[in-house]
T-cell receptor, first 113, second 113 residues
Framework: EDQVTQSPEALRLQEGESSSLNCSYT??????LFWYRQDPGKGPEFLFT???AGEEKEKERLKATLTKKESFLHITAPKPEDSATYLC??????????????FGTGTRLTIIP | KAGVTQTPRYLIKTRGQQVTLSCSPI?????VSWYQQTPGQGLQFLFE???????NKGNFPGRFSGRQFSNSRSEMNVSTLELGDSALYLC????????????FGSGTQLSVL
């Protein structure tokens, strides 16, 4: 069964203190890995898609990287508005031959001014 | 461009009742997926519809059902509600079928008493 594990569950950082969030996965037939951001009371918002090991994507203070077993979301000099829950999702081919998306439980990030 | 619209925003029901939730996707998006989000389990996939056909279904009991109309709007129904059905139900639309790149609505918060 496909598994997606995110760590840590929660992370508190001072404003400007860089860090990384981890998403490790066990799937057969990876088709893509997705990062989403979710603010309280809202649905997830798409951030990045990564398709192959070695790929990197950047957006403002965020950079996502992918290896064969895990992905990292690096946050450089974060600001309070970066506070949110960050979700990782892995897309793989299911036993029925169609695409299946499995989400991790997320990392709740808090940036303290 | 309007985002994904879910109604109602909040619902309170009692055990044994049934409920229907509605989702209007982004204009032009024909793929609609439904997810259940709870604090302990994270996002769990319910089903995906494309052009009025259910393409994929998650591991939920038959009490959970859905449909999609010719205008791509979708509804999901839960019959014989149980306390454990209390959750945030999220709808997501995508211009591409079987895609992890999705646009989520803000969800319907269902409380079962």
């Amino acid at each position: 069964e496909d598994q997606v594990t995110q760590s840590p569950e929660a992370l508190r950082l001072q404003e400007g203190e860089s860090s990384s969030l981890n998403c490790s996965y066990t799937v057969s037939g990876l088709r893509g890995l997705f990062w989403y951001r979710q603010d309280p009371g809202k649905g997830p918002e798409f951030l990045f898609t990564l398709y192959s090991a070695g790929e990197e994507k950047e957006k403002e203070r965020l950079k996502a990287t992918l290896t064969k077993k895990e992905s990292f979301l690096h946050i450089t000099a974060p600001k309070p508005e970066d506070s949110a829950t960050y979700l990782c999702a892995v897309q793989a081919v299911s036993n029925f031959g169609n695409e299946k998306l499995t989400f991790g439980t997320g990392t709740r990030l808090t940036i303290i001014p | 461009k309007a985002g994904v619209t879910q109604t109602p925003r909040y619902l309170i029901k009692t055990r044994g009742q049934q409920v229907t939730l509605s989702c209007s996707p982004i204009s032009g998006h024909r793929s609609v997926s439904w997810y259940q989000q709870t604090p302990g389990q994270g996002l769990q996939f319910l089903f995906e519809y494309f052009s009025e056909t259910q393409r994929n279904k998650g591991n939920f009991p038959g009490r959970f059902s859905g449909r999609q109309f010719s205008n791509s709007r979708s509804e999901m129904n839960v019959s014989t509600l149980e306390l454990g059905d209390s959750a945030l139900y999220l709808c997501a639309s995508s211009p591409i079928v079987d895609s992890g790149w999705m646009f989520f609505g803000s969800g319907t918060q269902l409380s079962v008493l």
